[in-house]
């Protein structure tokens, strides 16, 4: 499953799939993030992984397909809430 994320300096929105990621010249084994549309660096916020959903993720929960990273509202801690 794809991580989703948000830039805090432009609000874009994509996947991990979509940032630009390259190695410090300097400091070896560091990677750096940057922000595809406006070139931020390492200005991330982690989002909710449900479709069309744009809130940030602060759940994170392992679910029969894979390990989720939700909102509360779509967690599996909400959903035993609810039952």
Known sequence: ????????????????????????????????SICPECRAAEQFDNMCDEPECKQLATCGWPSTESYRRTCFEHSSFNKKREA
């Open 1 to 32: 499953m794809l991580l989703l994320w948000k830039c805090q300096d432009c609000g874009w929105h994509g996947s991990d799939e979509e940032i630009i990621s390259f190695a410090d010249p300097v400091l070896e084994g560091n990677i750096w």
